[in-house]
């Protein structure tokens, strides 16, 4: 079986020598490749353009267009498109309006050389990574939410649906879903879409992040 190609990076970042060495980090690993860079958010945005890329690692802090607002104009305009922050900010505020742009995951610069490949190899299998600072940040946004009245809303899926989902954003295939419910693969799916058309989400990743919103799982 023919090895899968490389996915294709696009790394921007307004500083040579932190490009640089994201770059070596990256491109010391035989399953990525960076092949384009941008020194701001609209060079990133016009060089997705161009490239094509799998995935975008984008700092926060760029001129032009920061790397939010870039988040938010190629989650739009390339919805295939995975997104990782890569910043020196350890900011509750700053990593819930990554994951609102469309970033699937937070890393940080000072831990870059341990977490950045594990981020980007997780971004695309469709799983969100979040640095562990950010897990505690999650749960007192969910605390502070019910405390403030925030109640969860009326459930709108099934029990079977509740169970699928949870199972979905653990990470299991359909087949080993319905080896564990006794119901067929086919059922499985058809669950799936109906979570899917009901929560208005797309994919797993998506799934992943509504079942952390909800309690269903923790981050």
Do not use: W
Request: aromatic share 4%; with cysteine.
């Amino acid at each position: 079986m023919p090895e899968a190609p490389p996915t294709r990076i696009l790394l921007a970042d307004d500083h040579h020598l932190v490009r640089r060495g994201v770059r070596l980090i990256l491109e010391n690993e035989p399953d990525l490749t960076v092949v384009a860079e941008a020194g701001d958010g609209a060079e990133a945005v016009e060089a997705a353009r161009t490239h094509r890329p799998d995935l975008a690692v984008l700092d926060i802090s760029m001129p032009r267009m920061t790397g939010l607002q870039a988040a938010r104009e190629l989650s739009r305009t390339q919805p295939e498109l995975r997104i990782l922050i890569l910043t020196m900010y350890d900011n509750e505020q700053y990593f819930f309006e990554a994951l609102a742009a469309g970033a699937s995951g937070y890393v940080l610069k000072s831990v870059a050389d341990r977490d950045l490949v594990e981020a980007c190899r997780a971004t695309m299998r469709d799983e969100p990574f979040i640095y562990p600072g950010a897990v505690n940040a999650l749960i007192r946004n969910y605390l502070a939410r019910l405390q403030d009245g925030h109640t969860p809303p009326d459930r709108a899926i099934t029990d079977r649906e509740e169970e699928i989902l949870k199972l979905v954003a653990e990470g299991h295939t359909s087949q080993e879903i319905a080896d564990l419910l006794v119901i067929s693969p086919k059922t499985v799916e058809r669950h799936r879409a109906n979570l899917l058309q009901k929560l208005g989400l797309k994919g797993r990743l998506e799934l992943t992040r509504y079942a952390i919103r909800v309690g269903l799982i923790e981050p």
